[in-house]
């Protein structure tokens, strides 16, 4: 899957430098750094010191009318409201 992330320009230069010593890629560092990101376990807190998002539900479903699964539709219904 392709996607496009932003990046500081001093961390892109680091990496730029750091790939071509190894003689290596962009896309191997990033796979390489998400799996081990992923193979930690969880702490329950972010690096900032804030707690984990805990979610909360509770009943009654959405509002009439609001369809989550058309997000233009969503964002002018939330226009229309707000």
């Keep these: 899957m392709k996607t496009t992330i932003e990046l500081p320009d001093d961390l892109f230069i680091a990496v730029k430098h750091r790939v071509a010593e190894e003689r290596s890629t ?3 560092m990033v796979e390489r750094g998400l799996r081990a990101q992923l193979r930690r376990a969880p702490t329950g807190r972010s690096r900032a010191g804030t707690r984990a998002i805990r979610w909360v539900t509770v009943d009654g ?3 009439k009318g609001l369809d989550i699964r058309d997000r233009a539709a969503m964002h002018d219904w939330l226009r229309t409201r707000g």
């Design 26 to 28: 962009m896309r191997a």
């Design 61 to 63: 479903g959405l509002p």
